[in-house]
């Protein structure tokens, strides 16, 4: 059964940088297009970024220029590294291998 686990969620004060990673618990990661997403309190879940297995990346608008998504295949791990995070960046951030294959989430929280 495949199986992914985020990390690296916590509470930071605004303008602060989080890591979050993402690990898969088989091979299949390294044929998967990853994404993050998130979902805010009352909010739908929102999609923050994509990266292809050729590494290709796509960003959301609110988080272009902010955010970086990375993976390594070797390690079966994806990782965003947020920077300049703000109040509305708040929620519960998920990793997903193909649409398919979900994981529990990490709760970031920012504090203004």
């Known amino acids: 059964q495949v199986q992914l686990v985020e990390s690296g969620g916590g509470l930071v004060q605004a303008g602060g940088s989080l890591r979050l990673s993402c690990a898969a618990s088989t091979s299949i990661f390294s044929t998967s297009t990853m994404s993050w997403y998130r979902q805010a309190p009352g909010k739908q879940r929102e999609w923050v970024a994509t990266i292809t297995t050729g590494g290709s990346t796509n960003y959301a608008d609110s988080v272009k220029g902010r955010f970086i998504i990375s993976r390594d295949n070797a390690k079966n791990t994806m990782y965003l590294q947020m920077n300049s995070l703000q109040p509305e960046d708040t929620a519960v951030y998920s990793c997903?291998?193909?649409?398919?294959?979900w994981g529990q989430g990490t709760q970031v929280t920012v504090s203004s």
């Open positions: 997903t291998a193909a649409h398919f294959y």
